[in-house]
């Protein structure tokens, strides 16, 4: 049986990012020279195919899909047992979550 997680829209987007960039552990986060074109390619299409209503609110929903982006990151590299848990024992890996906030 597969496990299914649903999560509010943008959390979800923090597997993108490893399309969108790579974990370098001499330079961290690293991302691709296509990231931008890549970007502009998503909120082409996601605008192309949302309801005409949206659109008047364009910047406030692409800013609270980015900000939902980066809690979902902040979310799957911390995990459940919580942000104490994580930084006693996996702080190292903070250099990689800044590059993909």
């Known amino acids: ?3 299914i997680q649903y999560l509010p829209f943008g959390w979800n987007l923090y597997g ?3 399309f969108l960039g790579f974990a370098s552990f001499q330079d961290g986060w690293v991302n691709r020279k296509e990231r931008a074109e890549l970007e502009k390619v998503f ?3 996601f605008w192309e195919k949302a309801p005409l209503e ?3 609110k364009q910047q406030q929903i692409e800013t609270a899909v980015k900000i ?3 809690i979902g990151v902040l979310w799957n590299n911390v995990g ?5 848990h994580f930084l006693e ?4 890996f903070m250099i990689l979550i800044k ?3």
């Open 1 to 3: 049986m597969e496990w």
């Open 16 to 18: 993108l990012e490893e």
């Open 43 to 45: 909120w082409d299409k």
């Open 54 to 56: 949206m659109l008047e």
């Open 68 to 70: 939902s982006k980066g």
């Open 80 to 84: 459940d047992e919580g942000v104490d």
């Open 89 to 92: 024992n996996y702080s190292h």
């Open 99 to 101: 590059g993909q906030l």
